[in-house]
């Protein structure tokens, strides 16, 4: 079936191919990212759409000596094919397997991380200097797309290159799409972009009809070719990238191997920064991501279960509150679907904001409306909304706004692996004033905390994973009330402990879904729902940090700066401790999870119901 497959190791075997054995082995190389994909889950819509752009690199330039940079990496699965790791596609995205997006310590065809959108052209500028400055005459290409443009970031760094002149080139793959619709005058800009093919097909036509003409043909061109601005300007070339000292050249067929090809052996030696513009379809090849590329941006295993979803229950409440309160405001960074807001949008667009991939304006823009009386919340995923933590502390939480984060897929997250791992927003907000940490249990306790979000006058964040097994109530041993008799004021609600027949003074203070669903597997502690890991509820641990007791914390984030850091401080400062009271933390320690599975991320940090249970019955 792959029979070219199994021929390429190395970009340099590509090289031996002819153009027809190439156009055959990207059919292959779809085939291949499709089954792996639709077996374990990945991106598969962007890296179909992306190819031909990855055959025709490796094909021009000399990986790894060259260096070929992805932004964003979710479009590189043909270039991993292509370097050495088709073998191990079976099992991407996984711990046996290779990571989803570039790894540089996974091989060294993989130049510069890249998980996250919109810093490879800033990574390529240094790299393009350094080999300046070392005389080894690489040759750096950026591959930018997927709404990765639109991020702040690449363009501070088009900024330095039309300064510096480095002499990179930059693919645009631009297939109209991010992982939301793309958004935003940017996006008009290459629309208008597209149109000027009309303008290169006119050009062309007349070149060859007139250059034929007899002793005047040439010159009869030069006069025509003065009016170039003006057509361009009729058919939509602004000329935005050649403004900032940076040349343009297309738009191309991005799926047209002969020519791209040709593209980038013409651009290779510039002496200076070039854009070369191509157009892709998002999901090539594909029938169902070409019809759908949004949902086929990023898809789940074929085997995966399916649970609840807190991101629905975002959009849904977020309606619900819109209809009665019209200043509620929803915004998002190209995350509609993802976070759930999506339906909010349809249902409420004149309220509602995509900013596409620009976080720290989606927040500034939020502490803007919220000077004014709007109510805001972004919805953001947990490892992107790090990228705006100046904008948090600066302009929503020294001013005291009350704006919103609504922070999805915190705690491990799993196949994405190391580079949207959700582990550090806790430890991240935790350090900023006026801000307060919620975690919901399950759906019911997070639509509750929307409903107290709408009428909250300060500063707050909600994080949960992407979805959760069940609304769960607890069992008698660990009630904690009906949910009117804990409303969430300033002190945020103090939960009760249960059942007098437990002998020991042994506590287990969780938060969220999957910490509670773990610590409702044992027996022998009374079980707290913290709920608030920001402010502590100090009543709550004066009253249970007596006689010798032990409190263990368990917490589905990094240890540094965890609600079991900030329970250990304040009851050393009460002197608590000093009585006795010894306080054991179970996280995710303090290093990057690189693993692809929950469980195991679990597994390797003693988060267990086997490990808890047997810390309990070995407590004197």
Same mark, same amino acid.
């Given at each position: ?10 970009? !340099? ?11 055959? $082995? ?61 073998? +191990? ?56 797309? !997927? ?20 002499? #990179?080139? #930059? ?77 343009? $050249?297309?738009? $191309? ?36 991501? %070409? ?37 509620? $405001? ?50 953001? &995923? ?8 100046? +904008? ?42 006026? =801000? ?14 929307? %409903? ?11 994080? &949960? ?37 437990? %002998? ?86 303090? %290093? ?6 929950? +469980? ?10 086997? &490990? ?6 070995? =407590?004197?």
């Amino acid at each position: 079936m792959f029979e070219l497959l199994q021929k390429v190791n190395s970009p !340099d075997d590509l090289k031996k191919f002819s153009l027809k054995e190439l156009e055959k $082995y990207a059919e292959e190389v779809r085939g291949r990212i499709t089954q792996a994909s639709i077996k374990n889950g990945g991106h598969l819509a962007p890296s179909l759409g992306a190819v031909e752009i990855a055959i025709a690199l490796h094909f021009v330039l000399n990986s790894p000596h060259d260096k070929i940079l992805w932004d964003v990496g979710h479009q590189a699965y043909a270039h991993k094919i292509i370097c050495g790791r088709q073998n +191990q596609f079976d099992d991407l995205r996984t711990d046996e397997g290779i990571s989803g997006f570039i790894k540089p310590i996974e091989s060294e065809h993989d130049a510069f991380i890249s998980g996250h959108s919109s810093n490879a052209l800033s990574a390529a500028t240094g790299i393009s200097r350094a080999d300046r400055l070392n005389g080894t005459n690489k040759k750096v290409a950026v591959v930018i797309g !997927d709404g990765a443009l639109t991020g702040g970031m690449a363009f501070e760094a088009l900024n330095d290159l039309g300064a510096t002149k480095e002499p #990179i080139m #930059i693919i645009l793959n631009d297939n109209d799409m991010s992982i939301s619709k793309n958004v935003g005058a940017l996006s008009r800009h290459f629309a208008s972009l597209r149109i000027s093919k009309s303008y290169h097909r006119l050009k062309n036509r007349i070149r060859r009809v007139v250059s034929g003409i007899p002793f005047v043909g040439k010159g009869i061109f030069k006069l025509l070719d003065k009016t170039r601005k003006a057509i361009s300007a009729v058919v939509g070339t602004h000329k935005m990238f050649e403004h900032m000292g940076i040349s343009y $050249y297309g738009p $191309y067929d991005g799926h047209d191997l002969a020519n791209i090809i040709k593209v980038f052996k013409q651009s290779k030696d510039l002496k200076c920064p070039v854009i070369l513009h191509l157009n892709t379809t998002k999901g090539k090849g594909f029938e169902a991501s %070409e019809k759908d590329p949004s949902n086929y941006h990023g898809i789940s295993p074929a085997l995966e279960n399916k649970e609840n979803s807190f991101s629905k229950i975002v959009g849904e409440t977020l309606c619900e509150l819109a209809s009665e309160n019209s200043k509620i $405001y929803a915004i998002t960074a190209a995350m509609a679907q993802g976070t759930g807001l999506d339906i909010f949008r349809d249902k409420y667009p004149k309220n509602y904001s995509d900013v596409a991939i620009a976080e720290q304006h989606a927040v500034t823009l939020a502490a803007g409306l919220a000077t004014d009386g709007i109510k805001p919340f972004v919805a953001v &995923y947990s490892s992107f909304l790090q990228r705006a933590y100046d +904008q948090i502390m600066h302009d929503v939480a020294i001013c005291n706004l009350p704006v919103t984060f609504l922070i999805d897929r915190a705690g491990v997250i799993g196949s994405d692996g190391v580079t949207h791992q959700g582990l550090f927003d806790i430890a991240y907000l935790s350090s900023i004033p006026n =801000i307060a940490i919620m975690a919901p249990k399950d759906g019911l306790e997070f639509k509750a905390m929307i %409903e107290f979000a709408g009428s909250y006058k300060a500063p707050l964040a909600i994080r &949960y994973p992407k979805s959760y097994k069940k609304d769960f109530g607890f069992t008698s041993r660990i009630e904690l009330g009906k949910w009117e008799e804990f409303p969430f004021v300033e002190g945020f609600g103090k939960p009760k402990t249960l059942d007098s027949k437990i %002998e020991k003074q042994i506590y287990i203070i969780a938060y969220g879904n999957r910490m509670l669903e773990l610590a409702a597997k044992t027996q022998g502690a009374r079980i707290i729902n913290a709920r608030c890991i920001k402010p502590l509820d100090t009543n709550l641990l004066d009253s249970v940090a007596i006689n010798n007791s032990t409190i263990i914390v368990l917490e589905d984030a990094i240890e540094s700066g965890s609600l079991a850091s900030s329970i250990t401080s304040y009851l050393s400062k009460e002197g608590s401790i000093a009585k006795g009271t010894k306080v054991i933390p179970l996280n995710l320690g303090d %290093e990057f999870i690189h693993s692809h599975s929950i +469980q195991k991320a679990f597994e390797l940090n003693n988060l267990t119901s086997e &490990y808890i249970q047997n810390l309990i019955d070995n =407590i004197k």
